[in-house]
């Protein structure tokens, strides 16, 4: 029982200190991707802890109901005298209630977030489908062109994914600028970022009140993006992508990815004066240790179980 405890605390600490430890790693996007990891692995662990220390929780109270003399000296002792109702009638209605209503919330959050995924894909895959409709394709792959008086250019997922870029853009950007920023939108779909956004952004709509979760999601978004202008400059120049993204303004639908929609500044300004070796050497080690921090924490537990170590004396 010790385990699955264990398992909840290791959650709340890093609901509670993820926040504000995480982007001490991540700002300054001295290393995006590694940062991108970071975020993904607290996110990922606290999910693994939660169902995790919910199957310890159902596993434990299943195997000592009908035996309590392999309870005795055990976590589970007291656990299963609420069950037994040694401890009378309410406290047994509370525990079973206890019981059933883990794995129900956990089912009904699981449901929430296959919901709220299940809706922005279909509505992402709708206006690709849309935009192919009523767009003009390019010389260039999955390129559709649409008329709008904004600078605007975007990635949405689809069957096939699709870049739109709109007739104001051909209008403002000169060909390197325009190479570079569909570059950055073809980096989104090559690192499948579109649906890691999906997911964080649906993760943050069914906790709305989790920071870790809120926060995670618009870090991501802020770190992909650099990962995207990462991979555009060092095929077109730093110059040609920041001299298109400041011609782009913010204008993509829900669901999609824009090249200037997310942190426009700090990119600029990181474009300009890229991090210096030590510096990423620096993010590098500490976001590396982190990760390994968060990871060892969560198995610990776990792993004791599992090799039969006692959880109480």
Known sequence: MLTAAGLVLYSVTVLLAGPRLLPRFTRQGHSPKL????????????????????????IEVARHWSHPELVVLSCLDHLHGLFAGDHGGTSQALALILAAAIPMGLIVTVFRLFRALTRLRLRTHDYAEAVRLVGRFTGEPNVVVIDAPEPVAYCVAGRPPVIVVTSATLAVLENDELSAVLAHERAHLAGRHLNIVSALRSLASVFPHLTLMTEGAAEVGRLLEMCADDAAARRHGSAALLSGLLSLVDAAPAGALAAAGVAVLARAERLTAPPTRRNRLRVHAASTAAMTVMVSALLAGPLMA??????CG
Do not use: M, Y
Request: aromatic letters at 14%; charged letters at 0%; hydrophobic letters at 75%.
């Open 35 to 58: 940062g991108v990891a970071v975020w993904l692995t607290a996110i990922g662990t606290v999910l693994v802890a939660w169902a995790s220390a919910i199957a310890f929780f159902v």
């Open 306 to 311: 599992l090799l039969g170590l006692p959880a």
